[in-house]
Every structure is written in structure tokens, then in C-alpha cells.
């Protein structure tokens, strides 16, 4: 069974920046397409950015597009997001997911409904 557990969140200042790391056991994460969600309060989760197996396909919410990028690095078993310029907006509980892909290379849909392994979830606070 594939775990998956978060660390890195933060509060921190507007304009500030924070790397969340995921890190994955129990089964090879290069099997998995990855993806970062954010559930604010009172709000819906929302999908903000995912990334293929292979890395090579990512999709953003506009949001976060030119602020936040997705990686992975597969020999570790580990995703990151590295977030700037961060705004009090940005604040929310952020999760990794992953779906069980079979194509290497096919492009990654970032719908949450679409992941079924779940992290607890990291916060992220911004404020001045």
C-alpha cells in the first residue's frame, strides 16, 4: 500500500517562499503521477498542480502558474512543490496525491477525483 506524507509547510510572510516535500512508501512512486492540492478554510479542495511519472507533462492552476513549480525525483521516491512569492491567499492545508498511471509518458489530469492515495496534509499560513 502506497503512503504518503508531507512535511514543510509553514507561516510565513507575504512575498515569502516554502518547498513541500512528499515523500512516498510501501510501493515505487514512479508508477504514480503526483499531485498537489490545497483545501483552505471554509473552502473546496482545489487541484493547483500535477506532474506526470515521467515529469515530463505538468499542469498548474492558474493561481499558482509563474509561482509554483512541481517536481519530482523518482531514485528518492519524492515530490516537491516550490512555492514564491506567496500571497495570504495562498494559505490552506496542502495534500499530495497519486494515481496509479500504466503510461509512462501520458499526460496527467489533475483531477482529484482521479488520485486515490492521499497524504495528512501539511499547513501553509500566510500572513504579515
Known amino acids: 500500500q502506497l503512503q504518503l506524507v508531507e512535511s514543510g509547510g509553514d507561516s510565513v510572510k507575504p512575498g515569502g517562499s516554502l518547498v513541500l516535500s512528499c515523500v512516498a512508501s510501501g510501493l515505487t512512486l514512479d508508477r504514480y503521477a503526483i499531485g498537489w492540492f490545497r483545501q483552505g478554510s471554509g473552502k473546496e479542495r482545489e487541484g493547483i498542480a500535477c506532474?506526470?511519472?515521467?515529469?515530463?507533462?505538468?499542469v498548474y492552476e492558474d493561481a499558482v502558474k509563474g509561482r509554483f513549480t512541481i517536481s519530482r525525483d523518482n531514485p528518492k521516491n519524492t515530490a516537491y512543490l516550490q512555492m514564491t512569492n506567496l500571497k495570504p491567499e495562498d494559505t490552506a492545508v496542502y495534500s499530495c496525491?497519486?494515481?496509479?498511471?500504466?503510461?509512462?509518458?501520458?499526460?496527467?489530469?489533475?483531477?482529484?477525483?482521479?488520485?486515490?492515495?492521499w497524504g495528512q496534509g501539511t499547513q501553509v499560513t500566510v500572513s504579515a
Open positions: 506532474i506526470n511519472r515521467s515529469g515530463g507533462h505538468t
Open positions: 496525491a497519486a494515481q496509479r498511471v500504466l503510461v509512462f509518458d501520458s499526460e496527467v489530469v489533475c483531477d482529484p477525483s482521479r488520485f486515490g492515495f
